[in-house]
C-alpha cells in the first residue's frame, strides 16, 4: 500500500558563515495511513524542518517528500498543522478561531457553525465556545487550535511539541483526548515531542532523531494495544520499550 507520507532521502543545508550547515542528511521515513508516529531527537536534529517540509511550508534541499504518492509542492487542506505556540486571534472567539479555517476554505455558515461545534465539543471547550482566547488557560488554547485543526477534518495531522508548554496534568488529559479522537476518526498523525514518555504512549511507531547532521538514528515500533490506559502506562513493557527510547536519543554517541 502506498504510505500516506514518504519521505525519500531528504535533506536540508541552511547557510552558515561562508560554509553550509547540514540540518537533515537523507531522511527515509514513511507514515502509513491512519497511523500514529511520535519523533524525539535532541533539540535542533531537523524534527521542526522535517515537519515543516511535510507541511508545504519549507522545500526540502534535496530528495522529496511524497503525499499519496504525489510530491508535496506547499501547503494542502489535507493536513492540518498544530504549532506549539498556539496562534489563536485574540480578537476572535473560540468558535470564530475555529471557524476561521473554514472560511477560508468557502464553506457556507452554517455547515462552519456545524463542523465548529464537533470540533469545540471533541476538545471538551463546548461551554467556552464563546469565549475570547484571554479567557482560556494554556491547556484550552491549546485546545482550540486543535479544534481549529481538527475542523477542517484534514487527513494528516501535523504537530509540532503541541503539548511542550503544558502541565503535566493537562498534558496527559490532552494525549488521551487526541487519541480518543484519533482512534474515532482514525486519522494519520505525525507527532514531535520531547518527551519520551509521551512519544511512547501515543505512538505506534518512535523515530528517534540525532543531530549534526540530523538524521533517523533508529526507528521503534510500540507494540501495546489501544486505548492506552494507565495500566499501559504502568506496565513492564511500556517501561521497556521507553527505556529502549530513552537510550536510543540519551545515548546516541555510545550506540554509534
Ligand atoms: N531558517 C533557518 N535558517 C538557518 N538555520 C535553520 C533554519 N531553520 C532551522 N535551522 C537550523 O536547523 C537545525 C534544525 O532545526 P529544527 O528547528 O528543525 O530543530 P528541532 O529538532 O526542531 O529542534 P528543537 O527540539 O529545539 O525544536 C538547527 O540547527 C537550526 O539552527
Ligand atoms: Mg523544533
Same mark, same amino acid.
Given at each position: %500500500?502506498?504510505?500516506?507520507?514518504s519521505?525519500?532521502?531528504?535533506s536540508k =543545508?541552511?547557510?552558515?558563515?561562508? =560554509?553550509e550547515?547540514?540540518?537533515?542528511? +537523507?531522511v527515509?521515513?514513511?507514515? $502509513?495511513?491512519?497511523?500514529?508516529?511520535?519523533?524525539?531527537?535532541p533539540?535542533?536534529?531537523?524534527?521542526s524542518?522535517?515537519?515543516?517540509?511535510?507541511a508545504?511550508l519549507t522545500?526540502?534541499?534535496?530528495g522529496?517528500i511524497l503525499?499519496?504518492?504525489v510530491? #508535496?509542492t506547499?501547503p494542502?487542506?489535507?493536513?492540518? #498543522?498544530?504549532? *506549539? *505556540?498556539y496562534?489563536?486571534?485574540?480578537?476572535l472567539?473560540?468558535?470564530?478561531?475555529?471557524e476561521?479555517?473554514?472560511?477560508?476554505?468557502g464553506?457556507?455558515?452554517?455547515?462552519?457553525r456545524?463542523r465548529a @461545534?464537533?470540533?469545540?465539543?471533541?476538545?471538551?471547550?463546548?461551554?467556552?465556545?464563546? $469565549?475570547?482566547?484571554?479567557m482560556?488557560s494554556?491547556? %484550552?488554547? *491549546?485546545?482550540?487550535?486543535? $479544534?481549529?485543526?481538527y475542523?477542517?477534518?484534514?487527513q494528516v495531522?501535523?504537530?509540532?511539541?503541541?503539548?511542550g508548554?503544558?502541565d503535566?496534568?493537562?498534558? #496527559? @488529559?490532552? *494525549?488521551d @483526548?487526541?487519541?480518543?479522537?484519533?482512534?474515532?476518526e482514525?486519522r494519520? #498523525? %505525525?507527532?514531535?515531542? &520531547?518527551?519520551?514518555?509521551?512519544?511512547v504512549?501515543?505512538?505506534?511507531?518512535?523515530v528517534? %532523531? $540525532?543531530a +549534526?547532521?540530523?538524521?533517523? &538514528?533508529?526507528?521503534?515500533?510500540?507494540d501495546?494495544p489501544?486505548?492506552?490506559?494507565?495500566?499501559?502506562?504502568l506496565?513492564p513493557?511500556?517501561?521497556?520499550?521507553r527505556n529502549?527510547?530513552?537510550?536510543?536519543?540519551?545515548? @546516541?554517541?555510545s550506540?554509534?
Open positions: %500500500m502506498t504510505p500516506k507520507i519521505f525519500e532521502a531528504v =543545508t541552511f547557510p552558515l558563515k561562508d =560554509t550547515f547540514v540540518a537533515l542528511d +537523507r527515509d521515513l514513511d507514515i $502509513a495511513d491512519r497511523e500514529f508516529v511520535t519523533v524525539v531527537g533539540s535542533g536534529c531537523g524534527k524542518t522535517l515537519m515543516s517540509m511535510a508545504g522545500e526540502p534541499g534535496g522529496r503525499l499519496d504518492g510530491p #508535496v506547499g494542502g487542506p489535507e493536513r492540518g #498543522v498544530i504549532f *506549539q *505556540q496562534a489563536l486571534f485574540p480578537w472567539t473560540v468558535r470564530k478561531n475555529v476561521f479555517g473554514l472560511k477560508l476554505a464553506l457556507p455558515a452554517d455547515e462552519r456545524r @461545534q464537533h470540533a469545540i465539543d471533541l476538545v471538551g471547550l463546548t461551554d467556552f465556545a464563546d $469565549a475570547l482566547p484571554k482560556l494554556g491547556g %484550552m488554547k *491549546q485546545r482550540c487550535a486543535i $479544534a481549529r485543526a475542523a477542517v477534518g484534514p495531522l501535523l504537530m509540532d511539541e503541541p503539548f508548554a503544558l503535566a496534568l493537562t498534558r #496527559v @488529559q490532552l *494525549q @483526548q487526541l487519541l480518543d479522537t484519533w482512534s474515532r482514525r494519520t #498523525v %505525525m507527532f514531535i515531542t &520531547h518527551d519520551v514518555d509521551e512519544a504512549y501515543l505512538a505506534n511507531k518512535v528517534v %532523531m $540525532a +549534526r547532521p540530523g538524521r533517523i &538514528h533508529r526507528v521503534v515500533e510500540v501495546l489501544y486505548p492506552r490506559t494507565e495500566e499501559i502506562r506496565s513493557e511500556f517501561a521497556r520499550i529502549e527510547v530513552w537510550h536510543a536519543v540519551y545515548h @546516541q554517541e550506540a554509534a
